[in-house]
């Protein structure tokens, strides 16, 4: 028995927008808190900079941790462009089976790799 059988169809779709607009949120609280990670990770290399130069330490000093935070950066960058395919997948999926998400959540942030949301 599937859940189908349980609800009458008006229940069902309330429960499937329901369950879009928790996807949604929940993808959209993973964007902030990346946008916000990376914006810390600029933050520390900005002030492993500007330490080094008011210190007057030699640039070598730096050079290695400067490096990995390239990777840390380019990582989390990389992570939000999923994060972001996740939730254009996620939205796609979910207006093939019906679900209206807005309906619980109101209108959501456009999503540039969503064609619909983007206005294309």
Do not use: C
């Not at 229940?11 to 810390?40: H, R």
């Not at 933050?43 to 008011?54: I, K």
Request: charged share 20%; aromatic share 4%.
């Amino acid at each position: 028995m599937t859940i189908a059988h349980l609800l009458p169809p008006q229940k069902l779709q309330d429960s499937w927008d329901q369950y879009g607009s928790v996807v949604a949120v929940s993808l959209q609280d993973a964007e902030m808190k990346l946008d916000a990670f990376i914006a810390s990770l600029g933050e520390a290399v900005a002030v492993a900079a500007n330490g080094r130069v008011q210190n007057r330490m030699q640039a070598s000093v730096l050079q290695p941790a400067l490096a990995e935070f390239s990777k840390a950066m380019a990582s989390a960058i990389e992570s939000r462009g999923h994060i972001l395919r996740t939730h254009a997948a996620a939205a796609k999926a979910g207006r093939r089976q019906g679900i209206d998400w807005t309906t619980v959540m109101g209108p959501t942030e456009p999503t540039p790799l969503d064609p619909k949301s983007a206005g294309g």
